[in-house]
């Protein structure tokens, strides 16, 4: 069974970095897609970015564009968020969540299989 293990998060000042690791177990990385998720109270769950395993193609939510980063290592089996210039709105538990098959035509769904613990991210004004 794939296991997602998010690591990272932190209380940080507006303006500051953090760089947050997911590392799966008994996932291939060959023909799927991974993700991360952010979820702050009282505002629906949000896909923050998603990288598909195999082409290494990339997509941001308009809220952090230009300034998260998703890469991954697929020797060492793990994704990560690189965020800089976090302001306030970025307070939330983000998840690290995988889909382990792409669509019929390569893409990544919609629906992630896994979902990590989730780390909190709290950024002060």
């Known amino acids: 069974q794939v296991q997602l293990v998010e690591s990272g998060g932190g209380s940080v000042q507006a303006g500051d970095s953090l760089r947050l690791s997911c590392a799966a177990t008994?996932?291939?990385?060959?023909?799927?897609?991974m993700a991360w998720f952010r979820q702050a109270p009282g505002k629906e769950r949000e896909r923050v970015a998603r990288?598909?395993?195999?082409?290494?193609?990339?997509l941001y939510a308009d809220s952090v564009k230009e300034r998260f980063t998703i890469s991954q290592d697929n020797a060492k089996k793990e994704v990560y968020l690189q965020m800089n210039s976090l302001k306030p709105e970025d307070t939330a538990m983000y998840y690290c969540?995988?889909?382990?098959?792409?669509?019929?035509?390569?893409?990544?769904?919609?629906?992630?299989?896994?979902w990590g613990q989730g780390t909190q991210v709290t950024v002060s004004s």
């Open positions: 969540a995988a889909a382990t098959r792409t669509t019929y035509g390569g893409n990544c769904p919609g629906e992630y299989n896994y």
């Open positions: 990288i598909h395993n195999r082409s290494g193609s990339t």
């Open positions: 008994s996932y291939s990385f060959s023909n799927g897609c």
